[in-house]
């Protein structure tokens, strides 16, 4: 491969990163993915190849369909064993964020909400909210017609819609409010505060420190409201989980505002907030060692903010 053609594909290596993200969920099976398109640029011929960015893009788009469609993922997304892999603010593979419909595509809400789509309805979606691609050019790279890309990016805004909890942007400084009296009411031992800051049909899931089989979801203040407390509370079990006593930062996560439990510079864990009026109308909360790999990546990469709570 000629230089020419190794730099036309590295400057288009972040767009392709943040496109299988969204369509996959997962920071690294979209590196794999970007990889293999890279493989088939590779063993094609640039010359012979009109719209570069088309063709790519095309190509990703297909792979991740693959692995959407096969029996693994099937499994996995039926299972409901996962939470999309959090990215921390900053992360290019965050891609596009100039819009409300591109931020929203990359928020964990609603790549959530996503893994109910079908494959192609998912595709459709994401091209079209988070790229601007115009249905004839969806119907091309996705080899169907143009009133079928209208039909699966519709069926997918209703999906996606009625499934949606949060309720539109929150400016940074308002997120960060919303967080610290968070941690404020729960660290104040009542309950009642925490069931206050939620909204009537909040709803929480957590990957239980990495050690649960399957997410565990709750669906009432009290229950979300009890859960918190509890994974707030500090003990010399946790402690030896989390490798020591975390300091509790807050940092956009996907969007959103985020707790970080981080111990000697390391994330150990994440709770994620999605805020409707001053209130949590839900919360995601990942331990998975491997799901926030990329993130603690990022993180020791930047200077954070002084921690919220400097001892748990």
Request: neutral net charge.
């Amino acid at each position: 491969m000629d230089t020419a053609a190794l730099e036309r594909f590295e400057a288009g290596r972040n767009r392709l990163a943040s496109l299988a993200y969204r369509l996959l969920g997962s920071a690294a099976d979209a590196e794999d993915a970007v990889q293999d398109t890279f493989l088939r640029w590779q063993a094609a011929d640039p010359d012979h190849i009109a719209a570069p960015e088309a063709w790519l893009t095309k190509v990703v788009t297909n792979l991740c369909l693959d692995r959407l469609r096969s029996a693994q993922a099937r499994h996995e997304r039926a299972a409901g064993d996962r939470l999309p892999e959090p990215l921390l603010e900053g992360d290019p593979m965050l891609g596009p964020a100039d819009t409300v419909e591109q931020r929203e595509t990359v928020s964990l809400a609603v790549l959530t909400l996503m893994e109910r789509l079908a494959p192609i309805e998912r595709a459709a979606y994401v091209l079209r909210e988070a790229f601007s691609y115009r249905h004839a050019e969806i119907a091309a790279i996705l080899d169907i017609s143009e009133s079928a890309s209208q039909q699966h990016v519709h069926r997918a805004r209703r999906r996606i819609a009625a499934g949606r909890r949060g309720g539109g942007e929150v400016d940074p400084a308002s997120a960060r409010r919303v967080v610290e009296e968070f941690l404020a009411a729960a660290a104040s031992g009542r309950t009642e505060r925490l069931v206050a800051m939620l909204t009537a049909d909040a709803t929480a899931v957590s990957d239980g420190y990495g050690l649960a089989k399957r997410l565990l979801r709750y669906t009432t203040p009290e229950r979300i409201a009890s859960l918190v407390r509890a994974g707030l509370t500090p003990t010399p079990a946790k402690r030896r989980l989390a490798g020591g006593s975390p300091t509790l930062h807050i940092a956009p996560v996907n969007g959103s505002p985020s707790v970080l439990a981080v111990v000697d510079d390391r994330v150990v864990g994440i709770v994620v907030l999605d805020v409707r009026d001053g209130k949590v109308a839900s919360l995601y909360g990942i331990a998975t060692r491997d799901r926030l790999t990329r993130l603690d990546a990022c993180w020791r990469h930047r200077a954070p903010d002084a921690p919220a709570v400097t001892a748990w």
